[in-house]
């Protein structure tokens, strides 16, 4: 790996084993992008890929005769209003009411490893010698502001990340209204946008556009989080590009908050993909002396399809975001109380479920939602962090000790960043809500935002939440948020800096994450969102793991999870076995179809175990007993590739081959069952051609084995059983394969 600097030529060339990045300083001392993608040779003379030419309507950057055009050029940060009519990367609002720039190069440095990004979340290196770090330094003379564009390369990984950071040296002050973390420039059209979008109950499912002249973008504006209806990513992949083959681009945002993710083809056909804080509603000032650092946006290319782009994904995030203990770690199996009771419960109540998930092997129990304040419905109680001792006499210390005693860890619901107006602390605090004098408060749920742009606020959750983690036997913490921000304004904030509010809003929960992670280094944080309504990179910094959707049915959630791991490792993806019929669909699955899925996540269980018969408990207890044997390969060791896409067809599959390709797992599931129907062949991906695997699956009470090579299963496939689907249910019927490698 290695940032080249090519000084007669003023070109940058970031490169590792597999991808080439060439920044070139153009004559207007503006930065152009020459080239990103598959690994190039190095040599003195990459400025032939930048191209111009006279056309109508140009726009010249430089006096005669040059005719460089910001207008036709690729460019790495470009701005507003120098004859460059497609969306700037960055807008700087001056005191003169100018929103025109003009930096120019002054220096740049190369360091080993990657500098932190501090209070933001970003990827990280361990050791200096994993990653190459390049910043450029520009200046812009009139309002006397710096940029610097940040560059990292990762050694290991076709990784790329980026940043910017703006830095105001004048006595005056500028308002920055647009501020990526990243633009890039492709040199054609010839591409398909990949997009994570949804809803509640049904998030990530993967959108495939195909790209034309003009703006395609996938954004949020929720305020308090990147939402369930887009997630801070997008692909581009050349039309034909297979899980295995064709080149890719992957653009993922390191960010919680209010995100735009975009490309604008222009006339030419030139790719310009941006992404960074959405610049609608946001401004943001800076006062002299006072810099402001963007995201930071990581960049994957891959020429081995889509499935090599999201192992990558994986693997950077799973060791290279996620910190902590936690992090080499695999998960414990968790009940959680939500779906088993909601509101309605008591201490028995949870003991004695806690007592029946300790006997089915399971050894995590998390107490849901309810257990403060006044909180027997959704209308009371957010903001009070103190036991509801009505409904749990032992407190939440007392509870935590007969938990641990059952033989299970103990963990919490909490949802920090919220209030009910039916509070304690509405009534002691009424002006802590994200709200605008004088216009309605909207509500959601019940309940409103408090305002974490405020020091004070964060303090007081901080301190009241302490409390109860100090008193208690706490190993895992939900952090839920359950509304999006309406009426964003901030009473503590003046006028001029009203359009922080959204961008400090987050800032404040990462203030919080970071104190309460710092502080309880040894609790399991799962981020939470109505489900998945905050499911980004952001949260993996803190948090990591996350609830993916409060969709439980095994069924919907092979789409969730399938569309989630385009980026997100298995270990990020909170999954539970919950009741049947489901209560989001009415739909009833096999518990086996439920536990197949669920496994390939974090794994867990969300139902009342006290009312499972005897046989019900054996059957998770096998469930509990296999996946303590595979979470390992599943969950960090292994490698996951996708096999067949609920988006196309009747069958998912899915499976996570270990690394050293001697052991795998695999779940296939099918929708409907079909009758007198065609034959089918599951092909694996991943595995060595040359190893001999036994390959197993559970025939009711037996283990069916057989043999194949590597080869056999993945080019010629194993053929599926249909009798074997009918048997497990038929409809919505799935088999778990096990691979093991026979020794030579
Ligand atoms: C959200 C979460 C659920 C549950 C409820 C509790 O909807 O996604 O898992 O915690 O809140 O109110």
Redesign the pocket.
């Known amino acids: 790996m290695s940032i080249i600097y090519h000084k007669n030529t003023r070109i940058f060339h970031l490169t590792n084993s597999s991808i080439s990045y060439v920044i070139r300083i153009m004559e207007n001392g503006q930065a152009e992008n020459l080239y990103y993608g598959k690994k190039i040779h190095d040599r003195e003379g990459l400025e032939c890929f930048h191209e111009e030419a006279m056309r109508s309507h140009l726009a010249v950057a430089l006096p005669e005769p040059s005719i460089l055009s910001m207008q036709y050029t690729r460019q790495e940060y470009p701005g507003y209003g120098r004859g460059d009519y497609r969306s700037p990367a960055f807008v700087i609002l001056q005191e003169s009411g100018s929103r025109i720039s003009d930096f120019t190069y002054v220096s740049h440095r190369i360091e080993e490893g990657k500098p932190s990004l501090a209070p933001l979340p970003a990827t990280y290196a361990e050791d200096p010698s994993e990653a190459q770090t390049l910043t450029i330094c520009f200046h812009d003379d009139l309002s006397d502001t710096d940029l610097d564009l940040v560059y990292t390369i990762y050694r290991d990984y076709p990784v790329i990340t980026r940043h910017a950071r703006i830095s105001q040296k004048g006595p005056e002050s500028v308002t920055i209204e647009r501020a990526m973390s990243a633009s890039v420039e492709l040199p054609d059209k010839k591409f398909e946008m990949i997009r994570l979008t949804g809803a509640w109950a049904r998030e990530r499912y993967i959108k495939t556009t195909p790209l034309e002249v003009g703006i395609q973008a996938v954004h949020s504006l929720t305020g308090t989080g990147s939402s369930a209806e887009a997630n801070p990513f997008l692909a581009l992949q050349r039309p034909g590009t297979t899980e295995s083959a064709g080149e890719v681009y992957g653009f993922s945002l390191v960010y919680s908050g209010n995100f735009l993710a975009q490309t604008e083809v222009s006339s030419f056909d030139l790719t310009r993909v941006m992404l960074g804080i959405n610049p609608e509603s946001f401004a943001w000032k800076l006062e002299s002396g006072e810099s402001f650092t963007t995201p930071e946006a990581v960049m994957v290319y891959s020429d081995q399809g889509l499935g090599h782009m999201s192992r990558v994904y994986h693997r950077l995030y799973r060791t290279r975001l996620v910190r902590g203990v936690w992090r080499d770690r695999p998960r414990p199996i968790l009940l959680n109380n939500?779906e088993g009771t909601y509101f309605d419960f008591d201490e028995n109540k949870l003991l004695e479920m806690a007592s029946r998930a300790a006997e089915a092997g399971i050894e995590l129990f998390v107490l849901?939602?309810g257990w403060f304040g006044k909180r027997n419905d959704?209308y009371a109680g957010l903001g009070d962090w103190f036991c509801n001792m009505e409904k749990i006499p032992s407190g939440i210390s007392g509870l935590s000790e007969k938990i641990e005693a059952l033989g299970l860890k103990f963990g919490l619901?909490v949802e920090l960043e919220m209030i009910n107006k039916d509070s304690d602390l509405y009534r002691a605090h009424p002006d802590w809500l994200i709200a605008c004098p004088g216009r309605f408060e909207s509500h959601s749920r019940h309940q409103h935002v408090l305002d974490f742009t405020r020091k004070e606020v964060v303090d007081h959750i901080y301190e009241m939440i302490c409390r109860v983690i100090d008193s208690s036997r706490i190993s895992y913490i939900?952090w839920?948020m359950?509304r999006y921000m309406t009426e964003p304004f901030s009473v503590a904030l003046p006028a001029d800096r009203q359009g922080e509010v959204m961008h400090r809003y987050i800032l404040g929960v990462y203030d919080l994450y970071t104190r309460l992670t710092e502080r309880f280094p040894e609790i399991l944080f799962e981020s939470?969102?109505?489900?998945g309504a905050r499911f980004d990179p952001g949260m993996l910094y803190f948090a990591p793991q996350a609830?993916t959707s409060?969709d439980t049915d095994a069924y919907e959630r092979c789409k969730i999870q399938y569309g989630s791991s385009l980026v997100y490792p298995v270990v990020s993806m909170g999954a539970h076995v919950s009741a049947v019929p489901n209560h989001q669909l009415a739909r009833t699955t096999p518990i086996e179809t439920r536990a197949a899925v669920a496994m390939f996540g974090t794994f867990g269980y969300e139902l009342d175990p006290a009312m499972l018969s005897d046989y019900d408990i054996e059957i998770i207890k096998g469930q509990t007993d296999f996946v303590k044997k595979y979470r390992d390969l599943i969950q960090i060791d292994g490698d996951f590739y996708r096999l067949l896409s609920p988006f196309e067809g009747n069958e998912t599959a899915f499976a996570a081959v270990s690394r050293d390709k001697k052991r795998a797992v695999a779940t296939f599931v099918q929708r409907l069952n079909k009758v007198n129907a065609s034959w089918l062949r599951l092909r694996f991906a991943g595995l060595a051609e040359d190893v001999l695997y036994r390959v197993s699956h559970q025939v009711g009470g037996n283990i069916l084995t057989t043999e194949a090579y590597g080869d056999e299963l993945m080019y010629a496939g194993l053929p599926i059983d249909r009798e074997e689907l009918l048997r497990q249910g038929g409809d919505f019927a799935a088999l778990v394969f096990t691979l093991e490698a026979k020794e030579a």
């Open positions: 939500w849901d939602d959704d619901w939900k839920d359950n939470c969102a109505s489900g609830w409060d």
